[in-house]
């Protein structure tokens, strides 16, 4: 087990690991949301060929969606990690003093 | 040729923003090499490229002639089932973003193999890693040579022959005088012209539907059927939707010409920054796909576009003629030709890359050649590289743009990527793995895609193949990732300070190591 030292390795390894979860969340988060599509797209083409309105088809609609989703979790990272990730990282390297 | 398009008949609009496209790129390319004087020049601009423009530069390395012509073809021909590369192709960035863009910047100098070898041993897994670069540049380079060859072809009345000649010419020129800064400028001018070209053709094809979608849609299905807005005859087996989209968006995170821009800006902070510009360009580009697709199967018809190319690569310059005549033709051909041109030259860059950085510096030389040196090697390579894409693109004339690319995209996927991300994340990641998951990941790949329908069926005209899948991601993603974990397991351990230093520097970046 690692023990916290000046050297702010702990910090580093508990920071490592909040990153890699909120990456791996985000990431299975995208994959669920496109495989989701694609197996509609693949199992269920009578759902995706309904029709909203005048031209509209529910697969079009979803598809549409799936570019917004990807933007809309791009930026939640990038907000996450401008905010949250960035501060971690400088009060490490201020109170770390490491000169390895 | 068709009787009421003038492509394939000589346009002095298309000639004209032809060569002002040519003078413009030139110019740039003597601009930068001037500025173009070490391997930290060559490769990564000298980590100058802010986050704005390295957006833009990511989004026109990425867009390629599959990307505007190929899916506006597949959408004015099957309709929804093109829109499944539409999606495909931008939900790899999230990926990117989150498990690659800032370990790699940190991690690594000029190629991804950096970030592989980094804690392992440099020879073996170098190798392993030129062999993945160079069979998804190459897959790549093909698609887009073959376009690049078809498209000047019918614009211009050339010889295919020539056009390839033509594009490789330039290529060579942007990246052996001009390095990664010439590349960059040319993707950012690119990127510029391509989204403004598709914005205004689509806007103008919304106008004639009242700028609503829906009344687009609606037309396209009173005039072809209900089908053409449900997924339909391209994904008869289900498993190869899913296979297919598995390569989109997992080999996005390996494609290494992408990767490599990432070492152009100046830090971690400024790689993530530039992921989110790309991927607001890239989702708008492919949001006006389903327009530019939908608008030429009503306004032009699938049955004009496959009587000018079979392939339907014509579809976005037909629409464009239909809307506003022949000079619009020429401005979107010549936005075509330079999105062509500035994917070539990424792809050049980042092949050139692993045949001097990789397998000559680290491999050959054992990290002791000069920067001097590696330079030369470096412009060397690049030469190669573009005589034999040229010699590719006249070899295999005739092939469908998209799907030469979703090959690509599989190798990547399954070649490059599991290692990647074992590398950065996997603290008992060890050399025999490393090997053992890319060389594993990119030759299961090539060989399924031998023995699928793709190659059987479509190209040898057998009656079946061995393997189902027209895509092998499915299979080799997983296995890539299986020979990584398990072979590593099996070898030694590595030191676990090694790993504390990895995850100080993923994070730290170099300063603070």
Partial sequence: MTTPTTDGSAAIRALAQRRWRIAITLTVVMVIIYFGFISLVAFDKALLGRRLGSGLSVGILLGALVIVSAWLLTWFYVRWANTHYDAALSAIERGGGDTR | ?513
């Fill in chain 2, 1 to 513: 040729m068709n009787a009421q398009t003038a492509i394939g008949q000589p346009n002095v609009v298309a000639m004209v923003f032809f060569f002002v496209i040519i003078a413009i790129t030139l110019g740039i390319t003597y601009w930068a090499a001037r500025r173009t004087r070490t391997t930290e020049h060559f490769y990564a601009a000298g980590r100058t490229v802010s986050p704005g423009q390295n957006g833009f530069a990511l989004a026109g390395d990425y867009m390629s002639a599959a990307s505007f012509l190929g899916i506006a073809g597949l959408v004015s021909t099957t309709g929804f089932d093109g829109l499944i590369y539409s999606t495909g192709w931008l939900v790899g960035w999230p990926v990117v973003l989150f498990l690659i863009a800032e370990p790699l910047r940190n991690l690594g100098k000029y190629t991804f193999a950096d970030v592989v070898a980094a804690r392992l041993r440099q020879a073996p897994v170098r190798i392993a890693a030129a062999i993945g670069t160079l069979a998804t540049v190459t897959f790549y380079l093909i698609a887009q040579m073959v376009g690049a060859g078809g498209l000047i072809k019918l614009m211009f009345g050339l010889s295919y022959e020539t056009a390839i000649v033509i594009v490789g010419a330039a290529m060579i020129a942007y990246v052996l005088f001009g390095g990664m800064l010439a590349t960059t400028w040319v993707q950012i001018v690119k990127a510029v012209l391509l989204l403004g070209g598709a914005f205004i053709l689509a806007m103008l094809v919304l106008a004639k539907f009242g700028f609503n979608p829906s009344r687009l849609f609606g037309a396209a299905a009173a005039k072809y059927g209900d089908a053409v807005l449900a997924p339909g005859k391209l994904v008869s087996n289900p498993w190869d939707a899913i296979s297919l989209g598995m390569a989109l968006m997992f080999g996005t995170a390996g494609l290494p010409h992408i990767l490599m821009r990432f070492y152009t800006v100046p830090d971690a902070r400024a790689a993530r920054t530039s992921v989110f510009y790309a991927t607001g360009l890239i989702g708008f580009f492919y949001l006006l796909t389903f327009v530019l697709g939908f608008g030429a199967m009503v306004l032009v018809g699938p049955d004009t576009i496959k009587g000018v190319d079979k392939g339907a690569n014509m579809a976005a310059p037909l629409l464009a003629e239909y809307i506003g005549g022949t000079p619009f033709l020429g401005f979107i051909a010549a936005v075509a030709f330079a999105t062509i041109l500035a994917v070539v030259a990424g792809l050049a860059l980042a092949g050139a890359s692993a045949l001097s950085h990789d397998l000559w510096v680290n491999v050959v030389r054992g990290g002791k050649a000069s920067g001097d040196e590696e330079l030369k090697v470096a412009r060397v390579a690049t030469v190669i590289l573009g005589v034999a894409a040229v010699i590719l693109g006249i070899t295999f004339k005739g092939q469908n743009v998209a799907f030469m690319v979703s090959l690509a995209f599989a190798i990547a996927a399954s070649g490059n990527f599991p290692a990647l991300v074992l590398a950065i994340f996997w603290r008992r990641f060890t050399t025999a793995g490393a090997v053992a998951s890319m060389l594993t990941g990119t030759l299961a790949t090539l060989v399924l895609i031998w023995l699928s329908p793709t190659i059987q069926v479509d190209v040898l005209h057998r009656a079946t193949a061995w393997f189902p899948l027209k895509n092998p991601a499915l299979v080799t993603i997983p296995l890539g990732f299986a020979m990584g974990i398990v072979v590593s397991l099996m070898s030694a351990r590595v030191a676990d300070d090694a790993f504390a230093h990895h995850e100080r520097r993923m994070h730290m970046g170099t300063t603070s190591a």
